[in-house]
């Protein structure tokens, strides 16, 4: 009834699959990291620390990093 | 009719103009003077006596922090004591983070993600540490800026839940009624945190200061600057 797939055409479709997984995984925590950026923001604002600077920095890189590994994923798994 | 009783009826140009100046300029000196007379925390606080300033931001219990602000800070309003919960309360979290952490070295001894490619295996491994990273940022973050503020004038609870609601509360040290403080558990016990409970008759009736460090100096604080409050009223020092 159903057509019989050779084992590399399904090996294939699962890797695909997972490609695809990876990527709209890492497209939202990109969106997550966004948002923990404007509230670090408004944190910042709410109560001003002397530490307050080096949260935005780590903040920044946190975005940074879901931004580049979105990326690499794109170039190392296409 | 001589010209002293029309000048007295309608004063000139000039004498309007030097009214408010005059009325602007008593009331900044009975501001002034009011500001003279309130008296620093040190002269009636022994908690506040006894604490030095400190300007690290990482302290769970902070007396007269510097270069410390909220965002609704009145100018002449200064910050005492800024609270957030000990930091034995938060090694929940960093042990969860510690053992997310381990779970790919876990998963590679049992062969989990064998099925998959290499490279595949590689970026897997940097999303979850990406993931456990975002995970410590913002059980940090919900720590670090979860404060309690106490000022000379107000209580301040500041409250960050999650990334996407925040709720700040405020009650002039005026309208506290009651301070209560529990330490409960061993672990209360053994580090000294627990949690100081303020009702006021203000807009939100009831303040808790959850797992705070040292709660009966605190509370004793708290009674200072009550009696302070009561005292500047009674002197007519009140602002």
Known sequence: MFPELPPISLTSIILDSVRIMFFLGFFLYLIFAFIAVRQIDIMRKTVVTPFAGVIQIIGMLHLLLAFGLLIFSFIYLA | ?239
């Open chain 2, 1 to 239: 009719m001589p010209e002293i009783f029309n000048s007295a009826a309608q004063p000139s140009s000039s004498d309007t103009q030097i009214q408010p100046v005059v009325a602007v300029s008593a009331a900044s000196s009975e501001k002034e003077s009011k500001k003279k007379l309130s008296r620093h925390v040190d002269e009636y606080s022994l908690v506040m006596r006894q604490a030095t300033p400190s300007s690290s931001s990482l302290k769970a219990y902070t007396a007269k922090p510097t270069d410390t602000f909220f965002d609704s800070q009145q100018r002449d309003e200064v910050v005492l004591l800024l609270l957030r919960q000990h930091p034995v309360t938060q090694v929940k979290w960093v042990f969860i983070g510690i053992i997310l952490a381990l779970v790919p070295f876990l998963l590679s001894f049992v062969g989990f993600l064998e099925f998959l490619p290499l490279r595949f295996q590689f970026v897997a491994t940097l999303g979850w540490y990406l993931l456990v990273f975002g995970y410590s940022l913002e059980a940090f973050l919900n720590w670090f800026y979860n404060v309690y503020i106490i000022t000379d004038e107000r209580v301040i609870d500041v409250d960050f839940h999650s990334l996407l609601f925040k709720n700040v509360s405020y009650a002039k040290i005026d309208n506290i009624e009651d301070i209560s403080a529990t330490t409960s558990g061993a672990l209360g016990s053994i580090f000294d945190y627990g949690t100081v409970r303020i009702q006021t008759a203000g807009a939100v009736t009831e303040f808790d200061f959850e797992h705070v460090p040292h709660p009966s100096r605190v509370t004793a604080f708290l009674n200072e600057l009550l009696l302070e409050e009561e005292q500047e009223n009674l002197d007519g020092r009140a602002n």
